[in-house]
Structure formats: C-alpha cells, structure tokens
Nanobody, 122 residues
Framework: VQLQASGGGLVQAGGSLRLSCAVS????????MGWFRQAPGKEREFVAD????????YYADSVKGRFTISRDNAKNTVYLQMNSLKPEDTASYYC????????????????WGKGTLVTVSS
C-alpha cells in the first residue's frame, strides 16, 4: 500500500489549501483514513480522520470549523480542505491509513504517506 500526499505550498494567513492523498494497493474503502501534521521541533499530532464510508469525521480542536476531511472511494483519495489558515498551521502534513480501527491515533496507523509541506505566512 502506498500513500501519496500532494497539495502543500505557501499561502498567506486567511487563505486556503486543499491537500490530497492518493492510495494504491489494497481496497481503499476498507481503510480508516486520517491526516496528521508535524511542525518543526514538535511532535506529530492528529488533525482529522474519516470513517471507511465517509459517514463519520473527527477533528482536533485546533482545526475544528476550519478544516474539512473527505474521501472519494471511487478515486481512492482522501482530501483535507483547509480554510482560514493561520501561521500556526505551518507543518508537514501526513496522510495515514489503517485497516483495523474505526478511529486513527498515532498508535493506530498501519500505513503512512510522505509529508507535504504547508507554510502559512503572516
């Protein structure tokens, strides 16, 4: 299974970006999918996850109301729409997948993608 994230870049505070993560290999719809981020000098942290069908979504308090996670099982892709970006959102963003658990945590990730860098300027 390979996860390929894309969509990062440089944006001004208040702007928007949409990250995508394309998944190859096993059936995408059997995975709970999530996004994490890691800022320089900080630990990796949970951002959002989404259930296999897309019916349930969960967010970190820091992004609730600004970010939206979604998935397209026909395209084997999960998205993270990020609005009202703040400088503190600057980080490398990683997509994650797990075939077992209904919720993803750092300890419950079987597959990681490589990060895509998001930089928010003030």
């Amino acid at each position: 299974v390979q996860l390929q994230a894309s969509g990062g870049g440089l944006v001004q505070a208040g702007g928007s970006l949409r990250l995508s993560c394309a998944v190859s290999g096993r059936t995408f719809s059997t995975y709970t999918m999530g996004w994490f981020r890691q800022a320089p000098g900080k630990e990796r942290e949970f951002v959002a996850d989404i259930s296999r069908s897309g019916g349930y979504t969960y967010y970190a308090d820091s992004v609730k109301g600004r970010f939206t996670i979604s998935r397209d099982n026909a395209k084997n892709t999960v998205y993270l729409q990020m609005n009202s970006l703040k400088p503190e959102d600057t980080a490398s963003y990683y997509c994650a997948a797990d075939p077992v658990y209904a919720r993803i945590t750092l300890e419950r990730v079987k597959y990681w993608g490589k990060g895509t860098l998001v930089t928010v300027s003030s």
